[in-house]
């Protein structure tokens, strides 16, 4: 009970943490002079550094990174986990991931409404690509490591997916569609709402 008790305590430092990291950048974008020059100049070096890979790299994982093309998972883990009758834990998957893409889409930015680096479509604070992908794999993640017996399958499964989450967040700014600081928003972000996600499956254990 101790050690259940002491990890959710570690769960929602983590929640802490990623909140003040997200209120001190959303603050420093509403807020900062010059926070756009900044941002602007760290995406610029970043592109110049990516711009010697192949192009279909990043258009690839930013397009699987999408929430039109977050169903197929979401259906595919769901499958999963009601196959072997966890189905509170499916329910609280999609509860989580399409409560992240409401909040960041529907809410935040529109309260922040930074635009965006390149003439594109919606705003740009925090990345929603990068939060949604975040939170899903690592929900995702946390389920491995809690229930895959082989070590073997744990660590492969858990990589592979978090490549994935680092693979999508450097695509936003391989594309120049966001600013750094706005996929670095939405890395905590989404660690946040997968953190909260742990959180409410332990309380119901």
Request: glycine share 6%.
């Amino acid at each position: 009970m101790k050690e259940n008790n002491s990890s959710v305590v570690a769960n929602w430092n983590i929640v802490t943490l990623c909140l003040i990291v997200v209120v001190t950048l959303s603050l420093l974008v509403m807020y900062m002079p010059g926070m756009r020059e900044i941002d602007m100049e760290m995406l610029k070096a970043t592109r110049k550094f990516l711009g010697q890979f192949p192009s279909y790299i990043p258009a690839f994982f930013s397009n699987y990174g999408g929430i039109g093309n977050f169903w197929w998972p979401q259906i595919t883990a769901c499958a999963v986990l009601v196959s072997h009758r966890k189905f509170l834990k499916a329910f609280l998957l999609v509860f989580f991931t399409q409560g992240t893409y409401f909040l960041v889409d529907s809410v935040i930015k529109n309260i922040i409404c930074r635009e965006r680096p390149c003439i594109h479509h919606g705003y740009s604070f925090p990345s929603g690509h990068t939060t949604i992908t975040t939170c899903f794999y690592g929900i995702i993640i946390y389920l491995i490591m809690k229930y895959t017996r082989s070590e073997f399958w744990r660590y492969t499964l858990s990589i592979f997916f978090g490549f994935i989450i680092f693979m999508v967040a450097i695509s936003r700014l391989w594309l120049g569609v966001h600013f750094p600081t706005d996929v670095i928003a939405g890395l905590f972000l989404g660690l946040l709402m997968a953190n909260l996600f742990i959180i409410t499956d332990k309380f119901f254990k």
